[in-house]
């Protein structure tokens, strides 16, 4: 399949990114999608792989056919490639855009080349495929007469949905904000994810049947018992909003913030809304605490806003920049990753530890004590002789998430029965079991970032996808066991 | 003393009877072959002294029979001969008996029970059935024999042997008649014994009943046969003829009644087709009718009895032919007769003789040399493929001696008429009566001519374009083809890695590596039935045949419609449908709907039932049979089972259970023959599943859902390579042919109509009611599957295409070739590779053990029967410390065979590095190797491997290679591809390949599937005996492949003297093979293993021989229970890979590994990362998992493990959904020696090789060995005298490696008839030469030696004209000379890379597979010549202009010699021929050099001649770029010197 020699003749590329200095003037998406044929070409590098460990458990966690698509691009037949794609991944163009790609890390090309760029060639798919207008409702051919309730609408909520909804269930989405899309939609900056791809997904998901119901708060403004009184199944998704926080001195003062707190003001703002006294790097000296990607949202927003100065703060070493030894192929590899935000400009330092934030004298913060840590034993050892400030007049925490917000939904059902891991997480399980997602309380079953704790938008798909096939089971009556012909633990894979 | 032995005897049937009850033997899986011919007076001149002759032609022919545990116990000998009237007078006489006159008396040979009461009541059926028949019973007379002759084994078993006296009644008007109411009395009487007395065949047997021919044979060695028969010695014991037999049985337990003659033939060979012809014999004696009985016919059924060898077999069926009025000949013809259809050089007359006889009976299929007599002419043939040798020599005094070799009866050479020897789909005949010889030519005229049998076909034969056409035709229904593909259980890959590269290419796809992925039964995916069958294929006792290159013997025409009665010939016989392949197109299969023409009939039976009613399909498919019985009862002549129409709840019947059911029922109701099975299935897609639907009895197939998925991938474009969709399916349908002929070729059978029912599968994990009941005669060992549980398998996967889950889009994925997470499971996946990788690398053990429970814990998805076992741990646990250390374990591992050009130099070297550090062994696969790794490295470490193989390519096989080597690997099979061949492209040979492999770069290389050597077990003997005479310290192995009958095989390898036997799983790996081959032939090892560990022990064989395993062998547990199941060594192949990188990429066919394994491509090989430290590190984890076993278990030294199945214990897979039914315990019996042996080697083979007459060589050569002096030699040397020259050559090679010495060091002049394999492996240095003629394999591997081979002086006939040395000389030979002077046999230089021979005549297949060297023809050459040839050149002498008809064109070029070189080439060694030899051919070639140099045609390989222009220009390109730098540097050198 593909070309058997494709990938001795042709070396890896990546789309065009729009250079810095014109992208950071805007908020708007600066990657290209593939030409065509710059597709077929990185197409024809994969090798059909005897064991694509791009796709098993060492790569994709929505189980992309990656061989299979990159084989039908490479012989141009871009239609079947997409609903090759829909059959795993019910928003490539999400994961095409988003996803860190540890397909990419355990592509067997990657031992000893360049891997193939799976993930610009998933782009290329969905993009044409929207392009061409073939992606189009699947509405259910017959109705089943049961009602989903699906609580929170990021991307595990809404491959839920729009799984049980195309196998005839009537679902009903609950979002406490006022437009559903959770993180993608608030918490991805635009110039990665512009918002009008979700909106064109969830019009899609409502010719489909799926109700999006926002600005319903379940467990605040909406009784969570009420979804267990008039629904057969009810899913929660709600994700892991909990933010890591940095406990030390100064922590109350003015101008430290969740980065949560602050990169959905600048969503908004793109969208049209109007936001009172927002959060702005603008002029500032902006600290990021924390080298996650959340972190590096930060600093590409802060750069478009036009910040005086951006530092990224880490505690952990800084990585490699090769794959380190500790996670040798096919694993996601421990090494420095330098994102397009990093790219636009900051100031990256590791091994730190924030030791206090300092008063500027108006309650405000001024700059940061921090000194330099090592890492040893599973502990981090301040490094004696090392302290130094920071000037800082915006403070982000990026330091990511704990587990769900206990309060309203999950306290409300608690009550009942429901109940949380170690971890704060809702307990259920995941995986081969035979009851996936079911939560310890009757018809509920949980997925996402709210069951896994803090985790990829693949993952949150898997999850969603995982979940529906399970409540589906759980509303038809059918074990498991006995539908499992042709395949063991198939997914399911209505597209 | 008689009670004891009977005590004895009981003892031991009860043990066999155990072992095949209980255990894995099958007696009905005994192999012979033999050694056999006859001694004849021309003129029917009944002598003494041809029996004499004949009895010492038997004892010179003794090295190829075989003896078992007990060396005084012989596989079997026997003579035919004529009545010898005045000798039966006289003992008569002494009985008082008078008898009729000559020819009014029979004489009946008969074995019987020793128990006096049991035997007496057998004697009264006799008596009475004879005087019933209206016969006189004249009396009995005990046969005088010393019972204290045979063996201890053969002396239990041997029977009471009495003659008995049958006159004539004076109503019976010519002996012809009489002998036919002896047929009928003995069948008659045989049946009532059987039935009456319930005695089996080693109780009561007849081995000759009648007035003209009287049989005398045992199980006893050559020598025993006159000391046992005093008979035999009587001077008025005379005959004009004797047929002699000399048995060579792989079976462990031969029989009395088992050797040969039988009453009509002796036989070397083997019938492959036997369970199907026995099928079709039961179907048609129902409907037999016989003028000559009548009635009577009726109470000779069955004609066949089950139990009986083949040979045996063959010989009812035989005796019936003639008995009901054929001539023996022509019964000859009818069942085995010659390749026709595909012969251009054939008479119309002949061809019709054979079409119409074909309407009549498939071919008994199989190698076959045949001696027959009916005690008036006596004569031999052989099969269409001419597998077996056989010589004879005609004297000037009427004598006529044919036998397996030559030089079994000396004849003076001024007393010799003519040499000949048997060839394929000959026939030699001998009337006594008439007193002469009929040729081939002479005895068919007369048969072929006896009725209009060409206008009886012309006028009744029908013809699909005489069908008129159909009214409605099936369209393609794409609207529904993803559901009804789901329905059918397609997957993606079906359509993707199965159907499309067929459609594009016209063959199968090409995979690699082995299969990983569940059997069939353990798979949690709903199945089809089809995977739960294994191909079985030929190995040792019978060779597969090279289907492409061989392709004239192949045929895949078969007819539909009714057989009519198989004892008579009319018209009507010929009234049938001809169908040139069984692949039935829609519009075909409609004009059979509709026939009306003729006397044909169709009708249809719906295989579908309502899937939502439980134990429906077991009713319909009751009821499906039935129907079939009734419509069959009323004259339907073509039953279309079909599966059109499934719907919702209709579900299909899988479509073999259908066909083999009816198949089976209509036999069993005696209604087969009358009617056709036409299977109308959407199932049916991959090549195996069309074998399998052939194989179980379906005449003709119409795969209609597999051509409307062509169309449908050509409709999405999915087949941008195929013009037309028409195209496609045409493609598909010639893939499905050449795929068909392939796998029925891999068992050694020619033809679709012998195949067609043959049953030639084995069932791993089937129950015996499925199998008994639908699939009769089928081996299964594994119980498992129900009926029931097949049905629930059906039905969910029929509800499954209609689940709202499955994605409506497309097919499930299948994940059979390459891994799928939602496909099957496989062992070989992400997380076990990456784990063994890092382990490895890292020297990790504790990483190594989390990768082995992977493996080892199959709970979860059960992969190998071996998850299955559990160990037993209840005894105590030895402390670690005391269990054999790891360095010793380790001893017993090697690295499996993988070619140097299967993968690179680097992966190559590095494992064998590995293996050498830790004692154990690598193993160079079939390439050849580089001799430059014969001398260690600086640093102490070697390159070398340890094992040597030898395979049927012989690539590189010299002397040199064979001398440094610790072990010998002959490789009968490979469990990726059994039966098969291989091919490495000529884009794949670099340079380094092509010198390892004694080739061109860039020209193709081809293995043949046969060993051309090794046809039967007697040539494997000699192969072995070949190889350990040139180097007597390395041990032989032989390489089985899995399957059922393996054991049985391994028996007679192990009685073939082998030292070691290894066998190797179905899923082993492969550098390139067949997909479906990969998947589907051959079983798991622990089936073969358990199967050979049990029988060796049964025989008291085990202890002589090594019993390794291998095939995807990957953790210490694997180890352990292989041990416990009887091996004692282990191989590893894909694992180690593993750890150089291998990441199971399966592109090993395309040359692409990215990892640098498994390529020649120079950029890839610099990917390369593996390290030798990483296999060492790999073999010691294992060693010490193995070791924690132990612990476990309670082993301190692992020896103590082997065969301990009592530790195994087997778990029930209760809440597995259909592997609940397995049931293992077969493979874990332990049957109880019948002769004492240890569950291990512990002693040797005796090889014999005191007696070789190259000791004395090599006594005499020390000073050429030693000193390089010239050394003379003469001596004599007849038959029993094999492999002259192989053991010089292999001191000489020990010390001057390829070198050698130079030419004519040493001379040697040898007079007489040499035996098999004379000058074998000759190294350079030596002249071998020949006065006289000598036998099969002369010059094989010779290895830069010079032969020659000449008439003796005095002789008269022209030796251009005769046969001076047998079939397959020059086989494989590397280098050297060889001049011979005369004609040679069959496959003359086949896989000559490098010799230079001159020989004035050869026979079918010369130069066959060619890849070096230069052949030149003085004379006529047989059929195929060239086939497969891709290099080197060979001259054909043909002034009479008909060497065109005999060339295979499809790879070389044929051309007159222009260039001024090739004359003076040619014209140098008929010279040194000349020179030689004083041909006379060559004398007056040279004489007429100006006139006969015109009569020469070039035989040239197109691609080898564009590879050797390359290398030409290559070669000026160097010494111009030489000459450049030479002429700088001589300017520089002026300049600085100026």
């Known amino acids: 399949m593909g070309k058997p020699t494709g990938f001795k003749e042709y070396k890896r590329a990546k789309p065009l990114v729009d250079p810095i200095e014109k992208r950071i003037l805007h908020y708007k998406e600066f990657e290209h999608n593939f030409t065509r044929e710059q597709a077929k070409v990185q197409g024809a590098r994969c090798m059909d792989c005897g064991i694509p460990f791009c796709h098993g458990d060492t790569g994709c966690p929505v189980q992309n056919y990656i061989p299979e698509w990159n084989d039908l691009i490479y012989r141009e037949h871009w239609k079947e490639a997409l609903d090759n794609l829909h059959s795993t991944n019910n928003f490539p163009e999400f994961t095409g855009r988003l996803c860190p790609a540890p397909c990419e890390s355990a592509c067997v090309l990657g031992i000893n080349d360049l891997p193939v760029t799976i993930k610009s060639i998933e782009r290329a798919i969905i993009d044409r495929g929207f392009e061409e207008g073939w992606v189009v409702p699947r509405p259910p051919k017959v109705l089943t007469g049961k009602k989903v309730a699906i609580v929170g609408s990021g991307p595990a909520g809404l491959a839920a949905a729009q799984q049980l909804a195309r196998a005839g269930h009537s679902v009903t989405v609950f979002e406490k904000n006022d437009k559903p899309g959770g993180l993608l939609r608030y918490g991805i900056p635009d110039f990665k994810l512009e918002k009008w791809i979700i909106d064109r997904r969830l019009e899609q998901m409502k010719a489909e049947g799926v109700v999006f119901k926002t600005s319903t708060n379940v467990g605040v403004t909406f009784p969570a018992e009420d979804l267990l009184i008039n629904f057969d199944a009810v899913i929660l998704s709600g994700g892991s909003e909990k933010p890591r926080d940095i406990r030390i001195p100064g922590r109350d003062l003015k101008g430290i913030y969740f980065a949560m707190e602050f990169l959905p003001q600048q969503n908004r703002v793109n969208a049209g809304e109007e936001i009172k006294n927002q959060i702005t790097a603008k002029g500032k000296n902006v600290i990021i605490i924390g080298g996650g990607d959340t972190g590096s949202d930060c600093v590409g927003i802060s750069n478009r806003q036009g910040a005086k100065s951006i530092t990224q703060l880490e505690v952990l070493p800084q990585p490699p920049q090769m794959r380190h030894s500790s996670t040798p192929w096919p694993n996601w590899p421990l090494m420095l990753r330098t994102s397009s935000s990093h790219e636009e400009g900051v100031n990256r330092k590791w091994s730190i530890n924030t030791k206090e934030f300092k008063d500027n004298g108006k309650r405000e913060v001024g700059a940061l004590l921090c000194n330099e840590v090592k890492f040893e034993d599973g502990k981090f050892i301040d490094l004696p002789g090392t302290e130094f400030e920071l000037n800082a007049d915006l403070v982000l925490i990026a330091a990511g998430f704990v587990h769900p917000l206990h309060e309203g939904l999950l306290s409300q059902l608690k009550n009942k029965g429901l109940e949380l891991d170690g971890r704060g997480n809702i307990k259920a399980s995941f995986g081969d079991s035979p009851d996936p997602c079911k939560t310890t309380l009757n018809k509920v079953f949980a997925c996402g970032d709210m069951r896994r704790g803090q985790s990829l938008i693949v993952w949150a798909i898997a999850e969603g996808r995982k979940c529906a096939e399970a409540v589906h089971r759980s509303l038809m009556k059918v074990k498991q066991k006995n539908l499992a012909v042709g395949t063991s633990v198939k997914p399911m894979s209505i597209m | ?1538």
């Not at chain 2, 005229?445 to 009725?451: D, M, P, R």
């Not at chain 2, 010939?569 to 040139?580: G, K, Q, S, V, W």
């Not at chain 2, 197109?1502 to 160097?1518: R, T, V």
């Open chain 2, 1 to 1538: 003393m008689l009670e004891l032995d009977e005590n004895n005897l009981n003892d031991r049937e009860n043990k066999i009877q155990n072992a095949a009850g209980r255990g894995m033997y099958n007696p009905q899986l005994e192999h012979d072959a033999c050694g056999m011919g006859f001694v004849a007076d021309i003129k029917g001149r009944k002598s003494r002294s041809i029996i004499d002759k004949g009895l010492d032609v038997l004892k010179n022919l003794e090295h190829r029979g075989a003896v078992g545990a007990d060396p005084y116990t012989g596989d079997g000998s026997g003579v035919l001969i004529q009545m010898p009237d005045k000798f039966i007078r006289k003992i008569a006489a002494s009985k008082g008996i008078s008898l009729p006159k000559e020819g009014r008396y029979g004489v009946g040979v008969m074995f019987f029970p020793q128990n006096a009461v049991l035997r007496r009541s057998v004697e009264t059926i006799v008596e009475k059935i004879v005087i019933d028949e209206n016969q006189q019973f004249l009396g009995w007379r005990d046969v005088p024999v010393n019972p204290d002759v045979p063996g201890e084994g053969a002396k239990l078993m041997q029977p009471f042997i009495r003659h008995c006296f049958i006159g004539a009644d004076k109503r019976i008007k010519t002996q012809d008649e009489f002998e036919r109411k002896l047929y009928l009395i003995r069948r008659i009487i045989d049946h009532r014994i059987r039935t009456e007395l319930k005695l089996d065949r080693s109780k009561y047997y007849v081995p000759s009943f009648s007035s003209k021919i009287l049989v005398y044979k045992g199980m006893l060695l050559a020598q025993q046969l006159t000391a046992y028969y005093r008979d035999l010695m009587d001077p008025d014991m005379v005959s004009a003829m004797i047929m002699i037999h000399l048995r060579f049985s792989t079976n462990t337990f031969p029989t009395w009644d088992l050797a040969h003659p039988f009453r009509m033939i002796a036989h070397n060979g083997e019938i492959n087709t036997l369970r199907g012809n026995k099928n079709w014999m039961e179907a048609r004696q129902a409907v037999m009718e016989s003028p000559y009985y009548g009635k009577d016919l009726k109470r000779m059924l069955p004609i066949i009895m089950e139990g009986q060898s083949d040979s045996a077999t063959f010989d009812s069926v035989l005796e019936l032919l003639v008995m009901s009025g054929r001539s023996l000949p022509h019964a000859m013809m009818m069942m085995i007769p010659e390749a026709w259809s595909k012969n251009d050089l054939m008479d119309q007359v002949r061809k019709s003789f054979y079409e119409y006889h074909a309407t009549m009976m498939e071919p008994w299929d199989g190698p076959a040399a045949v001696v027959f007599t009916d005690g008036n002419v006596i004569g031999a043939t052989l099969d269409r493929n001419g597998l077996r040798p056989a010589r004879y020599v005609i004297t000037k005094d009427d004598l006529v001696v044919l036998t397996s070799e030559a030089g079994t009866m000396i004849v003076e050479p001024g007393n010799i008429k003519a040499k000949g020897r048997l060839q394929p789909g000959r026939m030699f005949l001998l009337d006594l009566e008439k007193g002469k010889i009929l040729d081939d030519e002479e005895v068919k005229k007369e048969i072929i001519n006896q009725k209009p049998y060409g206008k009886w076909v012309e006028d009744n034969m029908l013809k699909f374009s005489q069908l008129p056409d159909p009214p409605f035709t099936h369209p393609i229904d794409h609207e529904t083809v993803l559901q009804r593909q789901k329905i059918f259980g397609y997957t993606k890959e079906d359509v993707s890695m199965v159907i499309r590269p067929m459609c594009i290419n016209g063959e199968e796809a090409v995979g690699s590596m082995g299969t990983d992925a569940a059997l069939a039964v353990l798979s949690e995916n709903a199945q089809p039935l089809f995977r739960y069958f294994k191909q079985s294929f030929a190995q040792v006792t019978n060779p597969p045949i090279d289907a492409i290159r061989e392709d004239l013997v192949m045929e895949l025409t078969t007819y539909l419609g009714p057989e009519q009665n198989l004892l008579s010939e009319t018209p009507l016989h010929a009234h049938r449908i001809e169908l040139n392949h069984p692949l039935l197109s829609n519009s075909q299969l409609e004009k059979l709907r509709n026939i009306t023409k003729g006397h044909f009939k169709s009708t249809n039976i719906p295989i579908l039932f309502d899937s939502t009613l439980r134990h429906n399909m077991r009713e319909r498919l009751e009821q499906v049979c039935k129907e079939a019985v009734s419509a069959a009862k009323e004259g339907v002549s073509l039953i279309i089972l079909t599966d059109r129409g499934v719907d919702e709840n209709l579900a299909a019947i899988p479509s073999l259970l259908a066909v083999s059911a009816v198949h089976h029922s209509l036999i069993k109701t005696g209604l087969r023959t009358k009617t056709s099975i036409i299977i109308e299935s959407g199932e049916p897609r991959e090549i195996f599943h069309y074998a399998l639907l052939c194989g179980y009895g379906a005449n003709a197939i119409n795969p209609y859902l597999a051509y409307e998925t062509i169309s449908d991938t050509f409709r999405a474009g999915y087949l941008p390579e195929v013009e037309t969709y028409e195209l496609a399916k045409k493609n598909f349908v010639k893939a499905v042919n050449k795929g068909l002929v392939k796998i029925f070729s891999k068992m050694g059978i020619s033809t679709l109509q012998s195949y067609c029912g043959a049953q030639i599968f084995e069932a791993v994990g089937l129950d015996t009611e499925i199998v008994n009941k639908y699939f009769t005669g089928t081996a299964t060992r594994v119980e498992g599957l129900s009926l029931e549980m097949l049905e629930e398998e059906t039905v969910r996967r029929h509800k499954a295409a209609y689940d709202i889950l499955s994605n409506p889009y497309s097919l499930p994925a299948g994940g059979i070739y390459h891994y799928r997470r939602d496909g099957e499971h496989h062992l070989w996946n992400p997380l076990t590779i990456s784990k063994l990788q890092l382990s490895t690398q890292r020297s990790d053990y504790k990483t190594f053990k989390e990768y082995s429970e992977l493996i080892n814990n199959q709970n979860k998805n059960h992969v190998t029967i071996r998850s299955l076992f559990d160990l037993d741990t209840s005894a105590e646990i030895v402390p670690i410390e005391e269990v054999e250390p790891a360095s010793e374990i380790v001893k017993r591992f090697a690295t499996g065979a993988m070619s140097f050009g299967s993968i690179s130099w680097e992966a190559h070297t590095s494992l064998a590095l590995a293996m050498n550090k830790i004692g154990g062994k690598s193993n160079t696969g079939e390439g050849g190797e580089d001799p430059k790794r014969y001398i260690p490295l600086e640093s102490g470490e070697s390159l070398r491997s340890a094992i040597k193989q030898v395979a049927s390519g012989r690539f590189g096989v010299t002397a040199n290679y064979l001398v440094n080597a610790d072990e010998l690997q002959i490789k009968m099979a490979q469990g990726a591809k059994p039966g098969e061949g291989g091919q490495l492209p000529g884009l794949k040979v670099d340079k380094i390949i092509a010198k390892t492999r004694f080739s061109t770069p860039g020209v193709t290389l081809i293995s043949p599937p046969p060993h051309h050597d090794i046809y039967s077990i007697e040539d494997l003997k000699q192969l072995i005996f070949d190889l350990k005479n040139i180097n007597p310290k390395a041990r032989i192995s032989v390489k089985l492949v899995s399957e059922v009958g393996v054991g049985t095989v391994a028996a007679g390898v192990a009685k073939a003297h082998a030292d070691h036997i290894l066998i190797s799983g179905h899923d082993g790996g492969t550098g390139a093979s067949p997909i479906a081959s990969i998947q589907h032939a051959g079983t798991p090892w622990e089936i073969g293993l358990s199967e050979t560990h049990q029988i060796l022990m049964l025989n008291g064989l085990r202890d002589r021989v090594y019993i390794a395993v291998d095939g995807q062998m990957k953790t210490g547990r694997d180890v352990v229970i292989a041990a416990l199941l009887g091996a004692e060594e282990f191989g590893f192949a894909t694992a180690p890979l593993v750890t150089q990188g291998c990441i199971l990429m399966r592109k090993c066919h395309l040359n692409t590994c990215p990892a640098g394994v498994a390529t020649q491509d120079p950029e890839l090989r610099k990917r390369f990362a593996g390290k030798p430290e990483y296999v060492i590190n790999f073999m010691f984890f294992i060693a010490q998992e193995v070791r924690e076993y132990m612990s476990a278990i309670g082993f301190r030294k692992f020896n103590d493990m082997i065969g301990r199945t009592e530790k195994v214990i087997p778990q029930r897979l209760h809440n597995h959904w259909k592997a609940r039914g397995l049931d293992l315990s077969k493979l874990l019996f332990k049957p109880e020696p019948i002769y004492p042996t240890n569950p291990y080697r512990t002693k040797g083979q005796d090889h014999g090789l005191e007696y070789q007459i190259d000791h004395e060589l090599i006594k005499i050569a020390q000073p050429a060995l030693e000193k390089g002096k010239h050394i003379d030699i003469a001596m004599p040397v007849k038959n029993t005298n094999r492999t002259v020259g192989a053991m010089l050559s292999g001191e000489l090679a020990k010390k001057y490696g390829d070198q050698g010495l130079p030419d004519r060091t040493i001379l040697i002049e040898m007079i007489g008839t040499a035996g098999q394999s004379f000058g074998a492996f000759l190294a350079k240095g030596i002249e071998l030469k020949l006065t006289g003629e000598s036998n099969d394999y002369t010059g094989k591997g010779l290895s830069g030696g010079k032969l020659i081979i000449k008439v003796p002086d005095g002789i008269t006939y022209d030796p251009a004209e005769n046969i001076i040395i047998g079939n397959t000389c020059l086989y494989g030979a590397t280098g050297g000379e060889a001049y011979i002077n005369g004609v040679a046999g069959e496959r003359f230089a086949v896989r000559n890379s490098g010799a230079y021979a001159v020989v004035e005549g050869v026979g079918d297949h010369g130069c066959e597979y060619m890849t070096g060297g230069i052949v030149v023809v003085l004379g006529k050459t047989g059929r195929n010549f060239a086939a497969g040839m891709s290099g080197g050149i060979a001259y054909v002498w043909d002034p009479k202009n008909q060497f065109m008809k005999y060339i295979n064109k499809q790879m070389v070029d044929v051309e007159t010699i222009i260039n001024e070189n090739d004359f003076y080439e040619v014209k140098n060694l008929i010279y040194k021929h000349f020179e030689y030899t004083e041909s006379k051919r060559a004398k007056q070639i040279l004489d007429n050099w100006d006139e006969e140099k015109n009569s020469f045609w070039k035989v040239m390989p197109g691609e080898y001649k564009i590879a050797l222009q390359k290398l030409e220009e290559e070669k000026a390109s160097e010494t111009s770029a030489e000459l450049q730098k030479r002429s700088r540097e001589e300017i520089e050198a002026e300049a600085a010197n100026g």
